[in-house]
């Protein structure tokens, strides 16, 4: 239900990184905690999500997560695995769940992809099934045959998450443009069958549309995904800023007001908000086709909601609403 930024700020240097518009250097006050932990009690929260930038060069980073771990949340961190190594021993010792965003060689310098090699090793050794690999696909041709050996040389969760990279509003990542979607969801459907070949299971996160493949591709994977292959998160997990201030999904952090966290502060109607705010653009999906299509809505939310207002910058959205 939460994702916790704790920084923004960040050591890798993704270039579809979707919440580059936040990455404005702060990070979260451990005076800040005891409140945040309250909020997740309230509304029934087991695991704490912990994300940054890189949560991980937090210089209090392990103190949240003992926080967490004391007040029976189970800190789950989304991290790029370029940590130090007294970071890594640490982690090895403590009862957590991660997430590794993983990119394919190109990406890397020399220096960091043997950080990333080292790191990944140990991950392997000490937390093994704890860890989940996901990539994501931002351009044709990605050389994802370098991710593949990585699984190969692991012992991670055998659960893969394959991501679209989605697009902030200023445009100022990188990320497949329309006529590239084919051809991406070509390259994903043959990733998808090399790993199945391997033992491991793809799981789709947000973003992912159903025309992405052609129906025989469909058929093909439909049954060997994990989850629905097209779903929607964009106001479902509500983003909480080191400041403590809360957007939807962090794509979407700044089309919106932020609205601060309080003890008092009411999800339920943060998130009828957003979806009042935003039901013109889901009506819309990605694209114009999305309406005629007889997927749509059924079993596909028409892709990622950023990506919409993009292509829809037209429509105009509600900036009032009661949260009494």
């Given at each position: 239900?939460?994702?916790?930024?704790?920084?923004?700020?960040?050591?890798?240097?993704?270039?579809?990184?979707?919440?580059?518009?936040?990455m404005?250097?702060?990070?979260?006050?451990l005076?800040n905690?005891?409140?945040?932990?309250r909020v997740?009690?309230?509304?029934?929260?087991?695991?704490?999500?912990?994300?940054g930038?890189?949560?991980?060069?937090?210089?209090?980073?392990?103190?949240?997560?003992?926080?967490?771990?004391?007040?029976?949340?189970?800190?789950?961190?989304?991290s790029?695995?370029?940590?130090?190594?007294?970071?890594?021993a640490?982690?090895a010792?403590?009862?957590?769940?991660?997430?590794?965003?993983?990119?394919?060689?190109?990406v890397y310098?020399?220096?960091?992809?043997?950080?990333?090699l080292?790191?990944?090793?140990v991950?392997?050794?000490?937390?093994?099934?704890?860890?989940?690999?996901?990539?994501?696909?931002?351009?044709?041709?990605?050389d994802?045959?370098?991710?593949?050996?990585?699984?190969?040389?692991?012992?991670?969760?055998?659960?893969?998450?394959?991501?679209?990279?989605?697009?902030?509003?200023?445009e100022?990542n990188?990320?497949?443009?329309?006529?590239?979607?084919?051809?991406?969801?070509?390259?994903?459907?043959?990733?998808?069958k090399?790993?199945?070949?391997?033992?491991?299971?793809?799981?789709?996160d947000c973003?992912?549309?159903?025309?992405?493949?052609?129906?025989?591709?469909?058929?093909?994977?439909?049954?060997?995904?994990?989850?629905?292959?097209?779903?929607?998160?964009?106001?479902?997990?509500?983003?909480?800023?080191?400041?403590?201030?809360?957007?939807?999904?962090?794509?979407?952090?700044?089309?919106?007001?932020?609205?601060?966290?309080?003890?008092?502060?009411?999800?339920?109607?943060?998130?009828?908000?957003?979806?009042?705010?935003?039901?013109?653009?889901?009506?819309?999906?990605?694209?114009?086709k999305?309406?005629?299509?007889?997927y749509f809505?059924?079993?596909?939310?028409?892709?990622?909601?950023?990506?919409?207002?993009?292509?829809?910058?037209?429509?105009?959205?509600?900036?009032?609403?009661?949260?009494?």
């Amino acid at each position: 239900m939460f994702s916790l930024l704790v920084n923004t700020y960040c050591n890798g240097a993704c270039p579809y990184c979707f919440a580059k518009s936040s990455m404005n250097g702060k990070q979260l006050d451990l005076s800040n905690l005891d409140l945040l932990v309250r909020v997740y009690k309230k509304y029934n929260q087991k695991v704490a999500g912990v994300f940054g930038g890189e949560p991980t060069l937090h210089p209090d980073f392990l103190d949240i997560i003992q926080k967490f771990s004391q007040n029976e949340l189970l800190p789950v961190v989304y991290s790029n695995a370029l940590m130090e190594a007294e970071i890594l021993a640490e982690l090895a010792k403590t009862e957590i769940r991660m997430v590794l965003n993983i990119n394919t060689r190109d990406v890397y310098s020399n220096e960091k992809y043997e950080l990333l090699l080292k790191n990944l090793h140990v991950l392997s050794q000490t937390l093994g099934r704890k860890v989940r690999i996901g990539v994501n696909f931002y351009k044709p041709g990605q050389d994802i045959e370098s991710i593949l050996d990585i699984l190969k040389t692991t012992n991670f969760d055998y659960h893969v998450r394959i991501g679209l990279a989605s697009p902030i509003l200023d445009e100022t990542n990188s990320y497949a443009r329309e006529e590239d979607i084919p051809q991406l969801g070509y390259e994903i459907y043959e990733f998808i069958k090399k790993i199945l070949a391997r033992g491991y299971i793809p799981f789709f996160d947000c973003g992912i549309r159903l025309c992405m493949f052609n129906e025989s591709q469909l058929e093909d994977i439909r049954y060997d995904i994990a989850g629905s292959i097209s779903h929607s998160a964009c106001y479902r997990m509500f983003t909480i800023f080191p400041d403590l201030t809360i957007s939807p999904c962090i794509t979407l952090a700044d089309y919106i007001k932020k609205l601060n966290l309080e003890e008092t502060t009411n999800f339920k109607k943060i998130y009828q908000f957003y979806e009042s705010t935003f039901a013109k653009y889901t009506a819309l999906g990605n694209l114009e086709k999305c309406r005629k299509c007889h997927y749509f809505q059924k079993i596909c939310t028409g892709g990622c909601l950023s990506r919409t207002i993009i292509n829809h910058r037209h429509v105009e959205v509600q900036e009032e609403f009661d949260f009494g």
